[in-house]
């Protein structure tokens, strides 16, 4: 089933709950590729190549806001989003050379890690800026 956002999951900071969205939607789309096998290998590995762009664009952004808001907890969680940008890459790279193809357990770990993160951990910044009086100033 397509992840479907949650509006708690906003963490009141617009660039960032528009990219959290359009994250779950290249996910989704990288799982339909999956699921319609691997006659879409190219639709796989350019759905899957646009998550790891966009990983990377959502981090950068993401960390610039806690560095400009003073996060204390900034280098903890920089150090989770390394952590899975570290794993999806690896990922991809095994699915490019063909070494190892994309897998529904693979597809389930980013689908909880999301989840998990959005819900938790960026949760705890949007709960950062709203003590700071920052939530949606920025
Ligand atoms: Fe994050």
Same mark, same amino acid.
Do not use: N, Y
């Given at each position: 089933m397509p992840l479907q956002w949650n509006p708690a999951w906003d963490i009141g900071?617009?660039?960032i709950d528009s990219q959290h969205r359009r994250w779950l939607e290249i996910f989704n789309a990288?799982?339909?590729s999956f699921l319609q096998g691997e006659s879409m290998y190219d639709m796989q590995l350019s759905t899957f190549k646009e998550m790891l762009d966009y990983t990377h664009l959502h981090f950068d952004a993401e $960390?610039? @806001?806690m560095a400009d808001s003073g996060y204390p907890a900034f280098s903890s969680h920089r150090r989770l989003h390394k952590d899975f940008d570290t794993l999806i890459y690896r990922h991809f790279r095994s699915h490019e050379s063909?070494?190892?193809m994309?897998?529904? $357990?693979m @597809?389930?770990?980013m689908r909880n890690w999301l989840i998990a993160h959005i819900q938790s951990e960026d949760q705890k910044i949007?709960?950062?800026l709203a003590s700071?009086?920052?939530a949606g100033s920025q």
């Open positions: 900071i617009d660039i990288l799982e339909r $960390e610039k @806001l063909g070494e190892a994309l897998t529904s $357990e @597809l389930q770990m949007a709960a950062f700071e009086g920052k």
